[in-house]
């Protein structure tokens, strides 16, 4: 499993360019950022090199943890998938790269598209130094019209960058990133009910279209929770000093929540049932709530079960769970 914390030589990149970076500075930037995306609004306030600085300072790590967390799922449903190319859309800093990179090593040829300028330039300037990602290919363009210029790959990623896109262009977006898809797609937003809404619109319409879920769900089928109910992971990371200055954090650490969705162009040959929250446990048993083949399920393992008890004991929230106790 690739760590969710960054990597050595992406830190090592993003300390070197925060040397003399005011992290008061740093944190009012990454505040305006932040308070745009809130209100439905894009990377459009980042238009400099500090606001893509003060971006990444405060998003990048909590992003890189989502996106390997999905990664990691899915390399563990597919342990065979070995891909070469990959797409990343509406790349940024280039954050779902960098995460690709460290769990499939496989991956030789990288294409990144993104229309903000200032994020461009930091994503070449932190890959310059890397001995896998320092020849990428960073195009400039909106989603759309840089997608329908690009060559497929076998891997295609979409991080945190649905949600920028207007209803109206989500479904063709996700038509054309499907289309540059010779074997797997994946898209992670937030964990909110927002974010869920979104991957579960996009999952249903690429599946009338002849795809096939990997990851998270073991079936192809509608989802099985009702709102308020929301389909969604938690991914701890640690948080550096720079990063809790910039955050205004107090705890050295983050839970970043999460949804995600891997697709793919061949069925998966066996799919196994997914934790949809962390388990309770208790004195007697331990309840685990499921998302299986047949739907939603709550699973109870009782402590006389010793093996499957103690087997039980080690889940957690967002594991898959090959047999039903």
């Known amino acids: 499993m690739t760590s969710p914390d960054l990597p050595t030589e992406l830190k090592a990149a993003l300390d070197s360019k925060l040397r ?155 038509e054309l990133m499907w289309a540059k898809t010779d074997d797997t797609l994946l898209v992670v937003e937030p964990g909110t009910p927002t974010g869920y809404a979104r991957i579960i619109a996009l999952r249903a319409h690429l599946i009338a279209l002849g795809a096939h879920v990997a990851a998270p769900c073991p079936h192809d089928g509608k989802c099985p929770l009702q709102p308020p109910d929301w389909c969604h992971f938690s991914q701890r990371l640690q948080r550096s000093r720079a990063h809790m200055q910039v955050k205004g954090a107090e705890v050295p650490f983050e839970d970043e929540r999460f949804s995600y969705v891997a697709l793919t162009r061949v069925p998966v040959v066996q799919r196994p049932s997914r934790l949809l929250a962390q388990p309770i446990v208790n004195k007697v048993e331990i309840t685990a709530k499921l998302c299986t083949p047949e739907g939603l399920a709550f699973t109870k393992v009782p402590r006389r079960a010793k093996a499957d008890y103690a087997r039980a004991r080690r889940w957690r929230w967002g594991d898959p769970v090959m047999e039903e106790s």
């Open 20 to 174: 003399g970076f005011s992290r008061s500075d740093a944190a009012g930037r990454a505040s305006v950022i932040s308070q745009a995306y809130r209100g439905g609004g894009g990377s459009g306030t980042i238009r400099t090199e500090a606001d893509a600085l003060a971006y990444a300072l405060a998003r990048m790590p909590a992003t890189y943890a989502a996106v390997t967390a999905s990664l990691n799922a899915l390399a563990e449903i597919r342990p065979d998938f070995a891909p070469k190319r990959l797409l990343d859309v509406g790349a940024g800093p280039g954050t779902a790269t960098w995460a690709a990179a460290e769990t499939f090593s496989s991956l030789a040829n990288f294409t990144l598209l993104d229309a903000n300028d200032a994020l461009r330039t930091l994503a070449q300037n932190l890959v310059r130094g890397s001995m896998r990602l320092h020849d990428i290919a960073y195009e400039r363009g909106e989603a759309r019209a840089a997608l329908a210029k690009t060559d497929a790959a076998d891997l295609v990623i979409a991080s945190y960058m649905i949600g920028e896109i207007g209803d109206a262009e989500q479904r063709a977006i996700a």
